[in-house]
């Protein structure tokens, strides 16, 4: 096999999301767990690489939950004209951050209404240039509509697609390690976070420290979104859980003052 | 479509709204160009005709009402181009300032794709 630049950032992630699964201590011990195939460990391996890759307009679910049921929350609380501040950390190589700018745009009637800040964040600097570039293969389309590809992309070459310009202008990227306060601070305050299958690669105190920092950027009343394998319930006793009818949020309690 | 070929100038200073306007109006046949603001608005409509201009009035640089104004002391025909304001805002101070600036109609956001091609076409002078 071998692999783009782009490509390598997966292999890598994927490589140490398998050994964070196996509690392997080294590079060389998990792969000598993979060439005996322990547990099953040749199909996990296999499987890292082809379902975990994202996607626009992955689990679409919540995207319907923020323009069903949080987006009016937070209008009903800052006002009518009040700025919305969205934020999608980790953003990885931009799909998240560019599908909630064209769901907005698609399923929000108010999208002209209100100032959007949409910030994407993640730790990996080559990632941030690889979603400041907007330029998608096939894969990273499927879930689309092709009505959609053609609105919002233009081809380039036979199996890419590059995302307009004023998409990539409605996201701002970041670099950030969530769990310090002094890089996730600058950030400000959301109205809503997208935090999804990150969590569940920290050990329990690192997972708690992450989401007790981002807790500091939502508004109180704001909106926490965490992929659906994990719960903040286990997590921190700061969040009250949220049930809609698309999905299970977190929120920070509205009214207190942060101090 | 009549609108076909009718050249309409998007100024917003947010991407997200100049691509949602510009969206509304390719999928009826217009051919739509951008500007971030009043500045670069009077550059574009110096260098090509446009049958409408949608502008928004709070944006950097130079505002919506002042861009409005400015374009209606150029040269004919340039000075006549139909100009629909898009606005956050809602009072009769508003739309008396708009008016006052030279904008042919005022709508608030939001806007919905159908209102604005409705407006639009009007504007361009196509008969429903």
């Keep these: 096999m071998s692999f783009s630049d782009a490509k390598r950032y997966y292999v890598e992630r994927r490589i140490a999301e398998r050994m964070v699964a196996t509690a392997a201590l ?3 011990s998990y792969f000598a767990r993979l060439r005996m195939d322990l547990d099953g460990e040749v199909e996990h391996f296999v499987n890292a690489f082809t379902v975990n890759e994202t996607y626009f307009y992955r689990e679409d679910h919540q995207l319907r939950c923020l323009t069903t049921n949080l987006l009016a929350e937070r209008v009903a609380a800052k006002g009518p004209s009040a700025a919305i501040r969205i934020w999608s950390v980790p953003c990885s190589t931009g799909e998240e951050p560019y599908s909630i700018a064209i769901w907005l745009l698609e399923n929000w009637p108010l999208v002209d ?3 959007i800040e949409i910030v994407a964040s993640d730790i990996d600097t080559a990632v941030l240039e690889k979603a400041r570039e907007g330029l998608f293969g096939k894969r990273a389309l499927m879930r689309l509509p092709t009505e959609i590809v053609a609105k919002y992309f233009t081809p380039e070459g036979p199996d890419a697609w590059r995302i307009l310009a004023d998409l990539r202008d409605s996201v701002r990227f970041t ?3 969530i769990v310090k306060p002094e890089e996730t ?3 400000g305050r959301f109205d809503v976070v997208f935090c999804r299958n990150v969590l569940i690669y ?4 690192s997972r708690r ?12 009343g704001g909106f926490i979104c965490l992929g659906h394998t994990e719960s903040m319930s286990r997590i921190s006793p700061l969040f009250e859980v949220r049930r809609f009818a698309d999905a299970i949020v977190y929120r920070r309690p509205p009214g207190e003052r942060h101090g | 479509m009549a609108e076909a070929g009718k050249r309409v100038l998007v100024v917003d200073d947010a991407a997200l709204v100049r691509l949602y306007y510009r969206g509304a109006l390719e999928s009826h046949g217009y051919e739509v160009e951008e500007a971030l603001n009043g500045l670069e608005a009077l550059e574009k409509i110096s260098g090509a005709a446009f049958d409408l201009l949608v502008v928004d009035v709070n944006m950097p640089q130079m505002d919506g009402l002042t861009f409005v104004a400015k374009l209606r002391d150029l040269p004919l025909p340039v000075a006549a181009t139909p100009v629909l304001i898009t606005s956050t805002e809602s ?6 300032a708009a008016r006052a600036a030279g904008a042919n109609f005022y709508i608030t956001k939001p806007v919905t794709p159908e209102q604005l091609v409705a407006l639009a076409a009007m504007l361009c002078g196509i008969a429903p």
């Design chain 1, 185 to 187: 601070r600058p950030n």
């Design chain 1, 26 to 28: 080294s590079f060389a």
């Design chain 1, 202 to 205: 920290f050990d329990d105190a």
């Design chain 1, 209 to 220: 420290i992450a989401a007790e920092n981002l807790y500091e950027n939502l508004e109180p």
């Design chain 1, 113 to 115: 209404r209100h100032e």
């Design chain 1, 175 to 177: 670099q950030v390690n």
């Design chain 2, 91 to 96: 009072g009769p101070q508003d739309f008396a």
